[in-house]
Antibody, heavy 121, light 106 residues
């Protein structure tokens, strides 16, 4: 069974750092594009970042320069390093697999259950 | 950047049809995808490429697109359809989600 399991969430102070992990099972991340999507309390979905199969990355403007997506293909794990966090980064962070033949067609076909990040002093 | 507009909420009686629109300031060339999210759960893909259904999604859930407006239709609504629904497109600048529509089954 294909599955994504996130971990690493918790309470962090403004300006601090946190590293989220997403462990994949049932498929190989090196052959897939992987992404992070977040959801602030009571709010909608917001895309955060993507890492393509070749290793290229992309970010939402709100996190660019502060967050870094990476992966360990030997462990089928994707990471999100969150630096200089702000209170508005408080959200559930979902890991998701991307699929589609080209960019204009990409969508998320598999989601993890998410991990909660709370930024507060 | 693109904005996808959805009605914030709608209510439908069991057995009736729910129609959720997703309007965007685009030319309609991008595929639109839909997700269902129940309280406390992760989103689940229900429609991709405007109108295709993943395995396991019932035929009474369908999608369509005309011009720059995509529509999710849920026929013969059941109590289990109560959830938030989001549309999504992928732009060269990144991913855009609609604001979401909360469907309440009366």
């Amino acid at each position: 069974e294909e599955q994504l399991v996130e971990s690493g969430g918790g309470l962090v102070q403004p300006g601090g750092s946190l590293r989220l992990s997403c462990a994949a099972s049932g498929f190989t991340i090196s052959r897939n594009y992987m992404s992070w999507v977040r959801q602030a309390p009571g709010e909608g979905l917001q895309w955060v970042s993507v890492i393509y199969s070749g290793g290229d990355t992309d970010y939402a403007a709100s996190v660019k320069g502060r967050f870094t997506i990476s992966r360990d293909t030997s462990k089928d794990t994707v990471f999100l390093q969150m630096n200089n966090v702000r209170t508005e980064d408080t959200a559930i962070y979902f890991c998701a697999r991307v699929t589609g033949p080209w960019l204009a067609e990409y969508y998320f076909d598999l989601w993890g259950k998410g991990t909660l990040v709370t930024v507060a002093s | 950047s693109r904005v996808l507009t959805q009605p914030p909420s709608m209510s439908v009686a069991p057995g009736e049809t729910a129609t959720i629109a997703c309007g965007g300031n685009n030319d309609g060339s991008k595929s639109v995808h839909w997700y269902r999210q129940k309280p406390g759960q992760a989103p689940v893909l229900v429609i991709y490429y405007d109108s295709d259904r993943p395995s396991g999604i019932p035929e009474r859930i369908s999608g369509s697109k005309s011009g720059n407006t995509a529509t999710l239709t849920i026929s013969r609504v059941e109590a289990g359809d109560e959830a938030d629904y989001y549309c999504q497109v992928w732009e060269t600048s990144g991913v855009v989600f609609g604001g979401g529509t909360r469907l309440t089954v009366l």
